[in-house]
């Protein structure tokens, strides 16, 4: 069936770079996504990906995508203590569905 | 700004209780969904809306029914609420069937 899976912790010094990782199973998926909660919000659409690419970079975040291992990754460059939140990732193939979602903590 | 708007950011409601979370978008999407997130589980999908009068069933729908009256309005009610309904409840809705949606700012509902 669908599943998509997230560690849950990942810390971090100020200024270095994060990589969240995240597998999935669905191989019809057609878009995943990247999603950023931050405390007492609801979430935030970070940035998205085709299934036919393999990379995207957008300013400081770069999505990388293996889609014969069905493993998506985020890497957020020179984190910021701003970026402390929870990360989520998401498949859609004809339904959203979202991983655990991964807590980064940015330590000064 | 667009905005998905939840009418209430804290609730706590007895059990037994009829329960109703309402959300409102100003984005004239055709698409809304109600989920609930528990940690260490993420977002689970309860209920969805296509169009308006129309509700298709998520991954979780037992204890709960969804109301779309208007298409920028759509409720979730727990008929009876229960303990192991408590949890954060969040609203979205999106424009296309992809998956780029809108959350609200969730309602966190607590039943004694």
């Known amino acids: 069936g669908e599943d998509v899976e997230q560690s849950l912790f990942l810390s971090v010094r100020e200024g270095d770079s994060s990589v969240i990782n995240c597998t999935y199973t669905?191989?019809?998926?057609?878009?995943l996504y990247w999603y950023k909660q931050e405390p007492g919000a609801g979430l935030q659409l970070l940035t998205y990906i085709f299934s036919n690419m393999d990379m995207k970079q957008d300013q400081r975040l770069t999505v990388l995508l293996n889609k014969k291992d069905k493993h998506l990754s985020l890497r957020i460059a020179d984190t910021q203590t701003g970026d402390s939140a929870i990360y989520f990732c998401a498949e859609f193939g004809g339904k959203l569905i979202f991983g655990q979602g991964t807590e980064l903590s940015v330590k000064p | 700004d667009v905005k998905v708007t939840q009418s209430s950011r804290y609730l706590v409601k007895r059990t037994g209780e009829k329960v109703f979370l309402e959300c409102v978008q100003d984005m004239d999407h055709e698409n809304m969904f109600w989920y609930r997130q528990d940690p260490g589980l993420g977002l689970r999908l309860i209920y969805f809306s296509y169009d308006v009068k129309m509700k298709e069933k998520g991954d979780i729908p037992e204890g709960y029914s969804v109301s779309r009256e208007k298409k920028e309005r759509f409720s979730l009610i727990l008929e009876s609420a229960s303990t192991n309904q408590t949890s954060m409840y969040l609203c979205?809705?999106?424009?296309?069937?992809?998956?780029?949606?809108?959350f609200g700012s969730g309602t966190r509902l607590t039943v004694v």
């Open positions: 979205a809705s999106s424009l296309s069937r992809g998956g780029g949606y809108t």
């Open positions: 669905d191989s019809s998926s057609t878009y």
